[in-house]
């Protein structure tokens, strides 16, 4: 394996951190056997209220930024940086559902794809961020915000980043978000997913 691509397994191992549970710790409360049972902010949020679920957000966040910045400062000047950032970022991203720690169980996702994003295309997580809080506004659901806006990420990045690795990355990792999310999706169509305004 190319050295280059050594940075893949770093972001992995880093994106694999389980925020989560880390935050949840102290409260002698596992995310996994309360609520949704999901590893994500949302979760927490619900848990232990917005503030831990903020926290819990951003460190989700930050797992996609960190690697993302050292493989723009590492592969500055790179024939094959397009691709080497892309997929350090889709692989701090595949940590996060795919965890290491946890036997491969993890998250949805959507904060460290929106990581991923702020780094790779700003303005087109502003529009799909734009998107997302209208669509929880008005559906009153998390999780069709998260899947509206993941739907829609490879096409802003087609606008407003186009290139082929950044494309690739979002359609992968847009399909991803959908099948983590498949249980949240059953529920909608059966009108029994949790509203965040009950919440």
């Known amino acids: 394996m190319p050295k280059e691509y050594l940075i893949f397994v770093l972001a992995y191992l880093l994106g694999s951190i389980p925020t989560a549970l880390l935050v949840a710790k102290p409260f ?3 995310p996994r056997e309360h609520g949704s049972r999901n590893l994500g902010a949302t979760n927490v949020a619900r848990l232990l209220g917005k503030k831990w679920g903020l926290l819990t957000l951003l460190g989700d966040m930050g797992k996609g930024i960190l690697p993302m910045l050292l493989a723009l400062k590492i592969f ?3 024939p094959e940086k397009d691709l080497l950032v892309a997929g350090t970022g889709f692989f701090a991203f595949l940590g996060h559902l795919f965890p290491l720690y946890l036997r491969f169980r993890g998250g949805k996702g959507v904060a460290t794809a929106t990581g991923v994003f702020l780094v ?3 303005k087109a997580l502003g529009v799909a961020l734009l998107l997302f809080v209208l669509a929880v506004k008005f559906s009153g659901f998390v999780s069709v915000g998260s899947l509206l ?4 990420m490879p096409l802003l990045i087609y606008f407003f980043c186009p290139k082929k690795p950044y494309i690739l990355a979002a359609t992968l990792m847009a399909l991803l978000i959908w099948i983590k999310h498949k249980d949240n999706i059953r529920r909608l169509l059966r ?3 949790k509203s965040w305004k009950k919440a």
């Open 76 to 78: 500055e000047g790179h």
């Open 120 to 122: 790779l295309c700003p």
């Open 149 to 152: 806006a993941s739907a829609l």
């Open 28 to 30: 002698g409360i596992d």
């Open 191 to 193: 009108g029994e997913e």
